[in-house]
């Protein structure tokens, strides 16, 4: 019309971002922009949020599949285009440097990354998995502890019984967002490496003897000190 292109769908004009089916074949379909007067024009490069909420990514007006990486961020894409959200998903193609695999993906779309906030605590991922590395780490400066199922410990003092930093194993008092609080004035409460051994501290008491701790029995002897935190066994009177 004019020189100028137009779609119209049920007898109307349409407008804004539009994906366009093509009659000769599926993979000549693409996305354009009709603005608010209707005329046709390329589609942005980039991702796109429609108005029904899917995410989409498109380059040349043509919906990018399965794992993308755009700019710092990972995505999968299924063959309708939308993006996986908030769940585990199995990446069965990539188009990135990430290998197929299981990840998780939040609501976003983004791959998760680094420490996230979840109802039930907080997780450090790695591309998408949480648990790809645990224990003592130090992340952006600061340190956590991670667990092998890839949850912080937050809001108590714990033994760091695997270090993958440049502190030692020992115990530590981490705070509600999981970073090591240092120099804290206290007592001493749970497992410490001492002496090429564990003891085993409440308020600043070292256990000594044959003591419970988390339903097992440990024998500490009179130095307090057990060697390689080893289990007693057998009968003992």
């Not at 100028?4 to 354009?32: I, L």
């Not at 769940?87 to 791959?111: H, I």
């Amino acid at each position: 019309i004019d020189g100028e292109k137009y779609f119209f769908k049920d007898g109307y004009c349409v407008t804004g971002c539009q994906y366009v089916p093509s009659q000769e074949s599926a993979a000549k379909s693409k996305w354009y922009d009709f603005g608010e007067d209707g005329i046709c024009q390329p589609m942005p490069d980039g991702l796109y949020t429609h108005t029904d909420g899917n995410l989409y990514y498109i380059l040349d007006g043509t919906n990018q599949i399965c794992l993308q990486k755009v700019e710092n961020d990972y995505y999968f894409f299924l063959y309708n285009g939308t993006a996986v959200k908030n769940q585990v998903y199995n990446a069965f193609e990539t188009y990135c440097d990430l290998p197929c695999g299981n990840y998780e993906f939040g609501p976003d779309g983004k791959m998760l990354q680094g420490i996230v906030e979840k109802e039930d605590g907080l997780y450090y991922y790695i591309n998408g998995v949480a648990g790809r590395e645990y224990g003592l780490l130090k992340i952006d400066g600061d340190y956590y502890f991670v667990l092998m199922n890839g949850k912080l410990i937050t809001s108590q003092t714990y033994f760091a019984w695997e270090t993958r930093c440049d502190l030692p194993v020992g115990t530590y008092t981490f705070g509600a967002d999981g970073k090591m609080i240092r120099d804290v004035a206290g007592p001493k409460n749970g497992w410490y490496q001492e002496n090429g051994g564990y003891a085993y501290y409440v308020d600043d008491e070292k256990y000594t003897g044959i003591k419970q701790v988390d339903g097992y029995y440990y024998d500490f002897g009179a130095d307090g000190i057990n060697v390689g935190k080893t289990k007693l066994t057998g009968l003992f009177y």
